[in-house]
């Protein structure tokens, strides 16, 4: 199965989320999608994954311009500056209410990586467990 999370603005909750995705969906290819080309890792944010034991290695990057569109799920976690990025999927699934942390404390980083970790939960429990 192959899977992106993709985050409008920068790709931190993208980031994330596909972390998280990898605790849950261990046989899954899944990438981190922003919108911007050359974004590297968000270093608050691995950061606040390795604190809650959520492994980084490996984390694959890209960007909208980039993305593979051969995928079973694109799921949207973030829509800033001009609404959610138009993808392409089997399934495309939009949570577009999850603040965008980039550039704010680490609490809001710790706040994006809870809800989205309760979403991706939700989501596995629904449809895969």
Known sequence: MKMAYVCNGSSTRAQLAASIAREFFKDAEIVAVG?????EADET?????EEDGISTE???LTNLF???FDMNY????????????LVFADKVIEWDFIENPKSQDEAAYRKAKDQLK????KFYMENFA
């Open 35 to 39: 919108s911007i080309e050359g974004e």
């Open 45 to 49: 944010a691995m950061k606040i994954l």
């Open 58 to 60: 490996g984390l694959k």
């Open 66 to 68: 980039e993305m593979d």
């Open 74 to 85: 694109a799921i949207v976690v973030g829509c800033d500056e001009g609404g959610c990025p």
């Open 118 to 121: 309760e979403e991706i939960k």
